[in-house]
Structures are given as structure tokens and as C-alpha cells.
């Protein structure tokens, strides 16, 4: 069974960059086959897909994050992360990690929420 | 891109049957048989319920259909229970490989 679990600070100061890592447990991101995302939940309102990596290090970022997002992996921790750079109140939201299938997120992590605030 | 269009809640009473549309374009919905759904419970990460538009995960309880027709994708829930209250969120693929979700529907138990 494959596990997501996203760590990092949960307050962020403004104009600063959010950096988010998630490990990943019970299967290899090096195996390929999958991508391996971010999404994000503002409070109280729906998610918003942020970005995805394959373990070769391609990317793909929603365009509208594109100028202030970076996702990278380490395969050797089994890990992936996500910096969000120059960041305002309006990214405080709970982010999320999920595994990719191509079509669909089938695993997800529990979620950690940032806030924004000096 | 524009989030997919659902309706703000869906009720329902226990043993009726309540279906959810989601409304994309021919970029997303209407082009890609990848549409999925999802439900959250509060506090909760969302949970996969239909893929690829009408498959189930396994151990999803087959009260959950899902079904495409143009930009159009819905899911059914069978049987009401009241478990099944919980925000629902489609999600599809689009052109360029990026994704997108729908503005999530609530759904009541009466």
C-alpha cells in the first residue's frame, strides 16, 4: 500500500518561499510509471492541481503557478518537493501530495496546511 | 484553465439515488475519457471514487457510478446513505497535460 506524507513549516512569512517535501513509503518513485504531484485546498473552497513530476524530472505546472513554482525529486529519499516562491496570504491553503496514474490521483497524503503571515 | 462547473449541493434522502454533473469544455471533459471523482469528508483528504470515467477503485462500493456524454460527466450515487455526505470534486485531464478539478458539490443526507 502506498503512502504520501507531506512535512515542512506551516507558517510562512510573505514574499518568502513555501518549501513542502513528501516521502513516499510502501513503492519506489523510481519504478516509474507514475507522476507525482502537488495539489492545494484553499480554506473552505475546492482544490487546485499545482504540478506534477516523473522520476526522470519532468515537469508539468498549472499555467497560472507556473512563474512561482518548482517541483524536484530525490529519488534517492524517495522523496519529492514543491517551492513556492514570493508567496502572499492567498497560498495559504492545505496542501496535498498524490501519486499520478496518467489519468488520476489514486493516493493522496493527509494534507498540511501553510498559512501566509508575517 | 477554468475550474470544471458542478452544482453548489446536491440532497438527497437515504435510499434515493442523487446524481452530480460536471461541466468542462472539449479541452478537458469532452475531449479525454480521464475524468475522475472524488469525495472529501471534513478534514480529510479527498478520496479516489471513479476513474477514467466510470471505473471503480477497488473496495469503492458499487452505489458509485459515473458516466460522459459531451462535456458532461456525472456521477450517481445509488442507495443513499449517510455516510455518503461529503464534498464530491470531478477532475480531468486537459490539452498540454495539465489538470484540472470542478468547484466540488456538497452533499446532504436528509
Known amino acids: 500500500q502506498v503512502q504520501l506524507q507531506e512535512s515542512g513549516p506551516g507558517l510562512v512569512k510573505p514574499s518568502q518561499t513555501l518549501s513542502l517535501t513528501c516521502t513516499v513509503s510502501g513503492g519506489s518513485i523510481s519504478s516509474g510509471g507514475y507522476y507525482w504531484s502537488w495539489i492545494r485546498q484553499h480554506p473552505g473552497k475546492g482544490l487546485e492541481w499545482i504540478g506534477y513530476i516523473y522520476y526522470s524530472g519532468s515537469t508539468y505546472y498549472n499555467p497560472s503557478l507556473k512563474s512561482r513554482v518548482t517541483i524536484s525529486v530525490d529519488t534517492s529519499k524517495n522523496q519529492f518537493s514543491l517551492k513556492l516562491s514570493s508567496v502572499t496570504a492567498a497560498d495559504t491553503a492545505v496542501y496535498y501530495c498524490?501519486?499520478?496514474?496518467?489519468?488520476?490521483?489514486?493516493?493522496w497524503g493527509q494534507g498540511t496546511l501553510v498559512t501566509v503571515s508575517s | 484553465q477554468s475550474a470544471l462547473t458542478q452544482p453548489a449541493s446536491v440532497s438527497g434522502s437515504p435510499g434515493q439515488s442523487i446524481t452530480i454533473s460536471c461541466t468542462g469544455t472539449?479541452?478537458?471533459?469532452?475531449?479525454?475519457?480521464?475524468v475522475s471523482w472524488y469525495q472529501q469528508h471534513p478534514g480529510k483528504a479527498p478520496k479516489l471514487m471513479i476513474y477514467d470515467v466510470s471505473n471503480r477503485p477497488s473496495g469503492v462500493s458499487n452505489r458509485f457510478s459515473g458516466s460522459k456524454s459531451g462535456n458532461t460527466a456525472s456521477l450517481t450515487i445509488s442507495g443513499l446513505q449517510a455516510e455518503d455526505e461529503a464534498d464530491y470534486y470531478c477532475s480531468s485531464y486537459t490539452s498540454s497535460s495539465n489538470y484540472v478539478f470542478g468547484t466540488g458539490t456538497k452533499v446532504t443526507v436528509l
Open positions: 498524490a501519486r499520478y496514474t496518467v489519468t488520476t490521483f489514486d493516493y
Open positions: 472539449s479541452s478537458d471533459v469532452g475531449g479525454y475519457n480521464y
